[in-house]
């Protein structure tokens, strides 16, 4: 198992919108749609953001939305916020496990 | 409210084991799965491996396999991760996630930072 690909790091200015890519294989985001995103802010746990690769849980702003075309899952943030500004990180079922994907740093300018 | 509380931090040296825990406070333990994750520092997550309490159904991911030991006790409502020899490399912040299924890993233990060094 391979750890997702995203890219290091997408920056923004409040309020525009910024997209992760989270690519991985049909072994993994391709193959199921257990795609969840998670939010980490510098020395807290993660947050669940997404599940299912389009659900929110309750409480999760709807300017967060998910979606996913192949073996690539994509995280949207919309109406950046300054509270926005921390790291996100996806994360597959991989058929008997799970993976995370490598995580992405978002600045917001 | 805080559902998965973790055990404190460790200082241990190379060679000796450790077992850390994860209590889980809320209702259905048996019914979810619990998985740890590691986090060295300035690094990415990576998912260690994952108990069902309920039947102790345990997978591990092939880079821990063989190098640490998930067990739950449901008596007690909770879960473990153990090392039988530490390394240096081995020093990081754990974290436990309580999940349903598909991934829906919605609560999250404040991490356990374990330090290894002679």
């Known amino acids: 198992q391979s750890a997702l690909t995203q890219p290091r790091s997408v920056s923004g200015s409040p309020g525009q919108s910024v997209t992760i890519s989270c690519t991985g294989t049909?072994?993994?985001?391709?193959?199921?749609?257990?795609v969840s995103w998670y939010q980490q802010h510098p020395g807290k746990a993660p947050k669940l953001l997404i599940f299912?690769?389009?659900k929110r849980p309750s409480g999760v702003p709807d300017r967060f939305s998910g979606s996913k075309s192949g073996n690539t899952a994509s995280l949207t943030i919309s109406g950046l916020q300054a509270e926005d500004e921390a790291d996100y990180y996806c994360?597959?079922?991989?058929?008997?496990?799970?993976?995370f994907g490598t995580g992405t740093e978002v600045t917001v300018l | 409210e805080v559902q998965l509380v973790q055990s404190g931090a460790e200082v241990k040296k190379p060679g000796e084991s450790l077992k850390i825990s994860c209590k889980d406070s809320?209702?259905?333990?048996?019914?979810?799965?619990i998985g740890w994750v590691r986090q060295m520092p300035g690094k990415g997550l990576e998912w260690m491996g994952i108990?069902?309490?309920?039947?102790?159904?345990?997978r591990y991911s092939p880079s821990f396999q063989g190098q640490v030991t998930i067990s739950a006790d449901k008596s007690i409502g909770t879960a473990y991760l153990q090392w039988n020899s530490l390394r240096a490399s081995d020093s990081a912040m754990y974290y436990c996630?309580?999940?349903?299924?598909?991934?829906?890993?919605?609560?999250w233990g404040q991490g356990t930072l374990v330090t290894v060094s002679s």
């Open positions: 809320g209702y259905g333990f048996t019914s979810y799965w």
């Open positions: 299912d690769v389009t």
């Open positions: 996630t309580k999940c349903g299924g598909g991934g829906i890993c919605s609560d």
């Open positions: 049909s072994s993994d985001v391709g193959g199921y749609e257990y």
């Open positions: 108990i069902c309490p309920g039947d102790s159904d345990t």
């Open positions: 994360s597959s079922y991989a058929g008997s496990l799970y993976v």
